[in-house]
């Protein structure tokens, strides 16, 4: 502030070094005024910086009234110099003030470079930086040391013409000047690295400047108009402050703008350049930031590759590498990794060694790195991954004040967070809900809300554990920008509640197609919105009514049915909702049959697709879901019987619903193998025929385990693949490729075991009965000893309650019951000792080891044998695909039919399963 003159700080955004300097300058000097580069708009934010609640990285947001979406950030962290010097004035009671260019002209003057360009805005998250307005105490505004691209000048812009990189990077100018490659490393030595009580505390800005000013005597034409713009702003706001505080005038700005503001320009010059910029209204308010997103590529953290590293240099009161090594070392002991005093000593030696060899006044990241891989991890990348992810970077959120500005909907979303106990994190975690509990029920509807207004805090995910309809998994992570969608989503609603609703019913009139607005009804039961349940499904209904398209009906059929699951756990009315589901599932019964003819390749497989999931969904539909709808699951077996038979129908598509007839029990074995047969006759063409085995058993349908166990239909399958001819092979090829790699390793070793034996090694194995193929006549009593025990805790019976369960004292109803893998039938290839008291394949006394249980009883424990069979009997005859057909209970036992156990499908926890339908 010699001779009248401002005090001018240049700094690096987010330099500790430039922090460290502007609070040791700010002490010594003890202006009357601080001026700081950022938005006027923000002066009265500045209080909020002193609340004890306040806790950076906080980022200032600037976005337009009437497009919230337009919008623009100023971060700062801890170890930010704007940060600091706005920390210092409230310290010491001394005015500050924001002097840059409003945001009311930055977001104006970017909405119309956009509408030039014909290009839409970027998003939030760039918006106040390289590629939005660029005007912040932000890496991306190009015009500090080291920063990132100039905002709005492309290379080559001859707007702005500067040498090569220049403006982009001055701080790689000043680096290569000084014979360093890195221009990082140069700045850690001469900044970073120095001591704040190091000589005068006015020498490194003073250093800074005079190279600044020979950098920008290069510049032809004094740079981008923007700039030119901001700099007379900036310049007028310096003289304001001269003239009212006589005490001195400090300003902390990017070093590049210190030239600018030294030059002596006339005040009706720089009024000329603000003449006529455009203007919009905006609010200001801070909202919290990230580590994480300074660190990233775009926006303000551009080039900021290690906020976690900066925090660190920032706030370690002494010895900084030893501080650091040893919170690495806390972090692997955490992982459970072996690291000692010992590691932490070593690591420290080996990079001042290395600082030391490389000529450098201190170790930097460089060499902390380098000795944390060569010492605590062992020379490996994986653990020092997680170092740089945890510490280098860090998942630090900033918080602000409950008082700071807010939208109406903002305050809303924070008093539901409270109550909900619900904390926005920027470590991405996963929540488990069980719907069960109101409080998990009211977390559910907040996140389907929030999703519904594009505020995607959380994600759904695959629930490891339960996948019943009370309980859902959610991966959650809050973004900064985030902020930036709920002041978008404020136009709809003062609450979440309204606004979803609001949003809900617009996007229910803009939908384009059927399928859309399924998904939308889905979504507004999982929100729990009544509201606007009814709009949606009223423009549902009449989107239905038009809709022609099967293939749209079947997209739209089995979101309607699962919001019906997710209606009954949640207590909504879906009445409405079944009524519209059982009206969509007739049309496609009437129209997909005609719909099938005629298709190519690609559509086949998507019609396929389409029967699998209105097959799907009606079984969850049910006969009857509505009043004036019945017999749905009898009429779709009729339409799947009509695809299986009509020629003109595509060979994946008959294929299919002749297996979804079987798996049904709707179709006999023995006719299922006649079509089979039909089809692979010679007089079929090979790729319609590998058309409909791929149909039959591809898809990872189960269709392995179905060759594997009815050996009638794997003979036919190869006696047709080595009749092919040589000249079509290779055109089916993709095709069989396609149907077996689907299966499960060990179904294809065992497949590949049985035609390597060939059929006569495939007929030995059932040659002593005369039952179905791949299965013996006899009970393995060894195998039906080791199941006894487990039934019996399933059912809940004691040691004696078998017998109560033989006299048919079973409920009425239709049960799942679930019985471990050892009721399985392995296949000729499979290892039989695991299972205990198996019978020895070697012992020829034994059955076969492709038997399976009957109704022989074994004299050593007669009661329980014959009991499990009545029970068996009185519960029902089991048909080839494992289900039960219903009997009545009354009489005695009958015998149990041969089961398919490859037919047995598997429940959730990887048990065998088989329908009991009582």
């Given at each position: 502030m010699?001779g009248?003159?401002?005090?001018?700080?240049?700094v690096?955004?987010?330099?500790?070094?430039?922090?460290?300097?502007?609070?040791?300058?700010?002490?010594?000097?003890r202006?009357?005024?601080?001026?700081?580069?950022?938005?006027?708009e923000?002066?009265?934010?500045?209080p909020?910086?002193?609340?004890?609640?306040?806790?950076p990285?906080?980022?200032?947001?600037a976005?337009?009234?009437?497009?919230?979406?337009?919008?623009?950030?100023?971060?700062?962290?801890?170890?930010?110099?704007?940060?600091?010097?706005?920390?210092?004035?409230?310290?010491?009671?001394?005015?500050?003030r924001?002097?840059?260019?409003?945001?009311?002209?930055?977001?104006?003057?970017?909405?119309?470079?956009?509408a030039?360009?014909?290009?839409?805005?970027?998003?939030?998250?760039?918006?106040?930086?390289?590629?939005?307005?660029g005007?912040?105490?932000?890496?991306?505004?190009?015009?500090?040391?080291?920063?990132?691209?100039?905002?709005?000048?492309?290379?080559?812009?001859?707007s702005g013409?500067?040498?090569?990189?220049?403006?982009?990077?001055?701080?790689a100018?000043?680096?290569e000047a000084?014979?360093?490659?890195?221009?990082?490393?140069w700045?850690?030595?001469?900044v970073?690295?120095?001591?704040?009580?190091?000589?005068?505390?006015?020498?490194?800005?003073?250093?800074?400047?005079?190279a600044?000013?020979?950098?920008?005597?290069?510049e032809?034409?004094?740079?981008?108009?923007?700039?030119?713009?901001r700099?007379?702003y900036?310049?007028?706001q310096?003289?304001?402050?001269?003239?009212?505080?006589?005490?001195?005038?400090?300003?902390?700005?990017?070093?590049?703008?210190?030239?600018?503001?030294?030059?002596k320009?006339?005040?009706?010059?720089?009024?000329?350049?603000l003449?006529?910029?455009?203007?919009?209204?905006?609010?200001?308010?801070?909202?919290?930031?990230?580590?994480?997103?300074?660190?990233?590529?775009?926006?303000?953290?551009?080039?900021?590759?290690?906020?976690?590293?900066?925090?660190?240099l920032?706030?370690?009161?002494?010895?900084?590498?030893?501080r650091?090594?040893?919170?690495?070392?806390?972090?692997?002991?955490?992982?459970?990794?072996l690291?000692?005093?010992?590691?932490?000593?070593e690591?420290?030696?080996?990079?001042?060694?290395?600082?030391?060899?490389?000529?450098?006044?201190l170790p930097?990241?460089?060499?902390?790195?380098?000795?944390?891989?060569?010492?605590?991890?062992?020379?490996?990348?994986?653990?020092?991954?997680?170092?740089?992810?945890?510490?280098?970077?860090?998942?630090?959120?900033?918080?602000?004040?409950?008082?700071?500005p807010?939208?109406?909907?903002?305050?809303?979303?924070?008093?539901?967070?409270?109550?909900?106990r619900?904390k926005?994190?920027?470590?991405?975690?996963?929540?488990?809900?069980?719907?069960?509990?109101?409080?998990?029920?009211?977390?559910?509807?907040?996140?389907?809300?929030?999703?519904?207004?594009?505020?995607?805090?959380g994600?759904?995910?695959a629930?490891?554990?339960?996948?019943?309809?009370f309980?859902?998994?959610?991966r959650?992570?809050?973004?900064?920008?985030?902020?930036?969608?709920?002041?978008?989503?404020?136009?709809?609603?003062?609450t979440?509640l309204?606004?979803?609703?609001?949003?809900?019913?617009?996007?229910?009139?803009?939908?384009?197609?059927?399928?859309?607005?399924?998904?939308?009804?889905?979504?507004?039961?999982?929100?729990?919105?009544?509201?606007?349940?009814?709009?949606?499904?009223?423009?549902?209904?009449?989107?239905?009514?038009?809709?022609?398209d099967?293939?749209?009906l079947?997209?739209?059929?089995?979101?309607?049915?699962?919001?019906?699951r997710?209606?009954?756990v949640?207590?909504?009315?879906?009445?409405?909702?079944?009524?519209?589901?059982?009206?969509?599932?007739?049309?496609?019964?009437?129209?997909?049959?005609?719909?099938?003819?005629?298709?190519d390749?690609?559509?086949?497989?998507?019609?396929?697709?389409?029967?699998?999931?209105?097959?799907?969904a009606?079984g969850?539909?049910?006969d009857?879901p509505?009043?004036?709808?019945?017999?749905?699951?009898?009429?779709?077996?009729?339409?799947?019987?009509?695809?299986?038979?009509?020629?003109?129908?595509?060979?994946?598509?008959?294929?299919?619903?002749v297996?979804l007839?079987?798996?049904?029990?709707?179709?006999?074995?023995?006719?299922?193998?006649?079509?089979?047969?039909?089809?692979?006759?010679?007089?079929?063409?090979?790729?319609?025929?590998?058309?409909?085995?791929?149909?039959?058993?591809?898809?990872?349908?189960?269709g392995?385990?179905?060759?594997?166990?009815?050996?009638?239909?794997?003979?036919?399958?190869?006696?047709?693949?080595?009749?092919?001819p040589?000249?079509?092979?290779t055109?089916?090829?993709?095709?069989?490729?396609?149907t077996?790699?689907?299966?499960?390793?060990?179904?294809?070793?065992?497949?590949?075991?049985?035609?390597?034996?060939?059929?006569?090694?495939?007929?030995?194995?059932?040659?002593?009965?005369?039952?179905?193929?791949?299965?013996?006549?006899?009970l393995?009593?060894?195998?039906?000893?080791?199941?006894?025990?487990?039934?019996?805790?399933?059912l809940?019976?004691?040691?004696?309650?078998?017998?109560?369960?033989?006299?048919?004292?079973?409920p009425?109803?239709?049960?799942?019951?679930?019985?471990?893998?050892?009721?399985?039938v392995?296949?000729?290839?499979?290892?039989?000792?695991?299972?205990?008291?198996?019978?020895?394949?070697?012992?020829?006394?034994?059955?076969?080891?492709?038997?399976?249980?009957s109704?022989r009883?074994?004299?050593?424990?007669?009661?329980?044998?014959?009991?499990?069979?009545?029970?068996a009997?009185?519960?029902?005859?089991?048909d080839?695909?494992?289900?039960?057909?219903?009997?009545?209970?009354?009489?005695?036992?009958?015998?149990?039919?041969?089961?398919?156990?490859?037919?047995?499908?598997?429940?959730?926890?990887?048990?065998?399963?088989?329908?009991?339908?009582?």
């Amino acid at each position: 502030m010699a001779g009248g003159g401002p005090l001018l700080l240049g700094v690096r955004h987010h330099g500790p070094g430039s922090a460290r300097a502007v609070r040791a300058a700010l002490e010594a000097a003890r202006p009357g005024i601080v001026l700081i580069e950022g938005p006027p708009e923000a002066d009265a934010l500045i209080p909020l910086a002193a609340d004890e609640d306040m806790r950076p990285p906080v980022a200032l947001l600037a976005h337009a009234l009437d497009e919230p979406g337009r919008s623009a950030f100023w971060p700062l962290a801890e170890f930010s110099p704007e940060w600091v010097a706005v920390r210092w004035a409230l310290e010491h009671d001394v005015p500050a003030r924001f002097i840059d260019l409003p945001a009311a002209h930055t977001l104006a003057w970017r909405a119309g470079e956009c509408a030039v360009e014909g290009t839409e805005p970027d998003e939030p998250e760039e918006s106040a930086s390289g590629k939005g307005s660029g005007y912040g105490p932000g890496k991306g505004d190009g015009h500090g040391p080291g920063e990132g691209g100039e905002p709005g000048v492309r290379e080559g812009d001859e707007s702005g013409a500067v040498l090569p990189g220049l403006r982009g990077d001055p701080l790689a100018a000043l680096a290569e000047a000084a014979g360093y490659d890195d221009p990082e490393l140069w700045w850690e030595d001469a900044v970073e690295h120095r001591s704040a009580g190091d000589g005068d505390v006015l020498a490194p800005f003073t250093a800074l400047e005079e190279a600044m000013t020979a950098l920008r005597e290069t510049e032809e034409g004094g740079g981008p108009d923007r700039d030119l713009a901001r700099e007379a702003y900036m310049r007028l706001q310096v003289r304001a402050a001269q003239r009212e505080f006589t005490q001195g005038v400090a300003v902390v700005c990017g070093a590049w703008h210190v030239p600018a503001l030294r030059r002596k320009v006339t005040v009706g010059a720089d009024r000329a350049l603000l003449k006529g910029l455009p203007r919009t209204k905006v609010e200001m308010t801070w909202v919290p930031w990230t580590h994480r997103r300074l660190s990233r590529a775009g926006g303000y953290g551009a080039g900021i590759e290690s906020p976690g590293w900066y925090g660190h240099l920032f706030t370690a009161p002494d010895r900084p590498v030893e501080r650091w090594l040893t919170k690495v070392a806390g972090l692997l002991r955490a992982e459970d990794r072996l690291v000692s005093s010992a590691h932490v000593i070593e690591a420290v030696r080996l990079a001042e060694t290395l600082a030391v060899m490389r000529g450098r006044p201190l170790p930097g990241l460089s060499e902390t790195t380098e000795a944390v891989r060569a010492v605590m991890c062992e020379g490996s990348d994986v653990p020092l991954a997680l170092v740089h992810d945890r510490l280098v970077v860090g998942d630090v959120l900033g918080a602000v004040p409950a008082g700071a500005p807010a939208v109406p909907l903002q305050r809303d979303l924070a008093r539901l967070q409270r109550r909900l106990r619900l904390k926005p994190e920027a470590v991405e975690r996963e929540l488990e809900l069980d719907l069960r509990k109101e409080t998990d029920a009211g977390r559910s509807r907040l996140l389907h809300r929030l999703r519904l207004l594009g505020v995607g805090w959380g994600e759904p995910a695959a629930s490891r554990g339960s996948t019943g309809t009370f309980r859902e998994t959610w991966r959650l992570r809050w973004e900064p920008e985030l902020s930036v969608r709920v002041a978008e989503a404020g136009v709809w609603g003062t609450t979440v509640l309204a606004a979803a609703t609001a949003r809900a019913e617009a996007d229910a009139v803009t939908a384009q197609t059927l399928a859309e607005v399924t998904a939308l009804a889905e979504r507004c039961l999982l929100a729990e919105l009544p509201d606007a349940l009814g709009p949606v499904m009223r423009i549902l209904a009449d989107r239905a009514a038009l809709d022609t398209d099967v293939g749209h009906l079947a997209q739209a059929l089995p979101a309607l049915v699962r919001s019906l699951r997710y209606g009954d756990v949640r207590g909504t009315g879906t009445g409405a909702l079944a009524e519209v589901a059982a009206g969509l599932a007739e049309r496609i019964f009437v129209g997909l049959p005609p719909a099938c003819a005629a298709l190519d390749a690609d559509a086949a497989q998507e019609m396929r697709r389409h029967v699998d999931a209105v097959h799907g969904a009606v079984g969850l539909l049910g006969d009857t879901p509505a009043p004036g709808h019945g017999a749905l699951r009898a009429r779709w077996r009729d339409v799947l019987r009509t695809l299986s038979a009509r020629d003109t129908v595509p060979g994946v598509v008959r294929g299919r619903a002749v297996r979804l007839l079987l798996d049904d029990g709707e179709l006999p074995p023995d006719e299922a193998a006649r079509l089979m047969g039909l089809v692979l006759s010679p007089g079929t063409r090979p790729a319609d025929a590998a058309a409909w085995i791929e149909g039959f058993v591809g898809g990872g349908s189960g269709g392995g385990m179905l060759l594997l166990h009815d050996e009638r239909l794997l003979a036919l399958v190869d006696a047709w693949l080595t009749g092919v001819p040589a000249e079509a092979f290779t055109d089916v090829l993709p095709l069989l490729r396609r149907t077996f790699s689907a299966y499960e390793p060990g179904v294809r070793r065992s497949i590949g075991e049985l035609v390597r034996r060939g059929p006569e090694g495939r007929g030995a194995a059932t040659a002593a009965g005369a039952g179905v193929p791949g299965f013996a006549a006899d009970l393995d009593t060894g195998r039906a000893d080791a199941v006894l025990q487990v039934v019996r805790q399933l059912l809940g019976l004691d040691d004696g309650g078998v017998e109560e369960a033989a006299g048919g004292a079973y409920p009425a109803d239709s049960t799942i019951l679930s019985v471990p893998s050892v009721l399985s039938v392995p296949s000729v290839a499979s290892d039989q000792s695991f299972l205990p008291g198996a019978a020895d394949p070697s012992d020829q006394s034994c059955p076969s080891d492709r038997t399976r249980p009957s109704d022989r009883a074994d004299p050593s424990d007669q009661s329980d044998r014959v009991a499990l069979s009545d029970w068996a009997g009185r519960a029902g005859r089991t048909d080839r695909v494992g289900r039960v057909s219903q009997v009545g209970r009354a009489g005695p036992a009958e015998p149990v039919e041969q089961v398919d156990a490859g037919a047995v499908s598997q429940d959730r926890a990887g048990n065998d399963t088989v329908g009991v339908d009582a």
